[in-house]
């Protein structure tokens, strides 16, 4: 059952059925929160209010059609500062739409986005797109997961052991991840990555495994408190509640005129 809300302004979507529960804003096409049944709520969101036209923090925004920064353009792209439209919802799921013109390119450059979330015991978020511009062109995309912790002190990781990343907090150097990863430390990592994962939070009690799809990078990211103090939209103490976990492909995909490009991920949470 889909359920029409307002929150923060920003219209929401609420999809309930006797597995869980999610919240979705058309604002960004932005997974707000999924909560299982009889569990406790899987993402963090902050309690500040984003500005009139910025980015809602916490959740799984998503970044397209680029990650990070590029000149003259928006963060991360546009399509989380974007309002997305209600295109099919059903008794488990339910599909988001976005299209318009490629910003940064010249005219006659049409994208269609999509996103479809199924919930059954596990959530399912699938995000698709394509553009009619004629030549290929390059993409990158993330589902920026914001999971809700006790602690980074309280996280074991496992799956991310031993892999090549990029460390953007050491100007991009190029690493291998420990064999035991201090959740806590700050972390800004784009760690090569097509395989699953598994969050173990014994404040919590809880275990939350990613099983990610035509993805191949894990970036891991946990700022520091000194950085946390400059951004604005995370509420005080935030920062110690959430870790950072996201599917993406950053290798600059080239994706040909009217070609489907797929990137999807399914998280499962357990009692260990």
Not at 62 to 81: I, L
Not at 174 to 179: E, F
Not at 181 to 188: K, V
Request: hydrophobic residues 35%.
């Amino acid at each position: 059952m889909i359920k029409e809300y307002i929150w923060q302004d920003k219209p929401c979507l609420e999809l309930n059925t006797p597995l869980g529960q999610l919240q979705i804003s058309l604002w960004g096409g932005q997974l707000l929160q999924w909560v299982p049944k009889n569990a406790a709520p899987v993402f963090w969101l902050s309690r500040i209010p984003p500005q009139p036209g910025k980015p809602i923090r916490g959740g799984i925004p998503v970044c397209w059609p680029w990650f990070g920064g590029k000149e003259g353009y928006e963060s991360h792209g546009w399509a989380r500062t974007s309002l997305w439209t209600l295109e099919h919802s059903d008794e488990q799921s339910l599909t988001l739409s976005l299209s318009g013109s490629l910003k940064h390119l010249p005219e006659n450059s049409r994208y269609e986005i999509k996103q479809r979330f199924v919930l059954n015991d596990t959530l399912t978020q699938i995000l698709s797109f394509k553009h009619e511009h004629p030549s290929p062109v390059f993409f990158q995309t993330a589902l920026h997961s914001y999971f809700s912790v006790s602690h980074p002190s309280n996280v074991q990781l496992k799956g991310l052991e031993d892999k090549t990343y990029k460390d953007k907090l050491a100007n991009y150097a190029v690493k291998r991840t420990p064999n035991s990863i201090d959740a806590n430390l700050p972390w800004d990592a784009t760690i090569s990555n097509m395989e699953g994962w598994e969050l173990h939070d014994s404040g919590l009690n809880r275990l939350i495994k990613c099983q990610p799809s035509n993805a191949d990078t894990t970036v891991l990211w946990h700022p520091s408190d000194q950085t946390t103090q400059a951004m604005t939209d995370i509420h005080p103490g935030g920062n110690s509640e959430y870790l950072c976990l996201e599917t993406a492909n950053l290798e600059d995909i080239s994706v040909p005129p009217g070609q489907q490009v797929t990137l999807a991920h399914t998280i499962s949470v357990t009692t260990p």
